[in-house]
């Protein structure tokens, strides 16, 4: 009996892998404006359809936020570019889970407090005059 190799089922990557994807998502996320502005923070999580060129075909949330960031998500992932992949030969549509992360930067809080000063009578201007002579 001849020692065949399992050949496991391949799954469309984009190139540079998962760090070049989080790299997109990073620079590439838009915070929804009213999102920002209820403070909406969370994971979406979501399921895209892949066709056998690389294109994302469908997009579907599993688990979502309010206030925008659902189709901030799908637009992101709509516009990422996958590799094309055959599996034995025949081309095949995948399905490939992700999660894209909405967290708001810290807010700059500064607290102060006015204090009245008390006025202080002027001071009479002293004048000095200088002179400075440099020889070369």
């Known amino acids: 009996m001849k020692n065949q190799k399992n050949k496991f089922v391949q799954v469309p990557q984009i190139a540079g892998g ?6 997109y998502i990073e620079a590439s ?13 969370g994971i979406v ?5 892949i066709d056998d060129n690389g294109k994302v075909v469908q997009v579907e949330i599993i688990k979502g ?10 637009r992101l992932i709509k516009n990422v570019r996958f590799g094309g992949v055959r599996n034995k030969g025949v081309r095949v ?7 894209i992360r909405f967290q708001l930067p810290p807010e700059n809080i500064v607290n102060y407090n006015l204090v009245a000063q008390k006025e202080e ?7 000095k005059s200088y002179s400075y002579t440099i020889q070369i």
Do not use: D, W
């Open 45 to 49: 999580y979501l399921t895209a359809e």
């Open 18 to 23: 998962k760090a070049a994807l989080q790299k």
């Open 65 to 74: 936020l309010a206030g925008g960031c659902n189709e901030e998500a799908i």
């Open 121 to 127: 009578k002027p001071k009479p201007e002293i004048v």
């Open 93 to 99: 549509k995948t399905k490939k889970q992700f999660r």
């Open 29 to 41: 996320l838009i915070y929804p404006e009213e999102a920002r502005e209820k403070r909406i923070e």
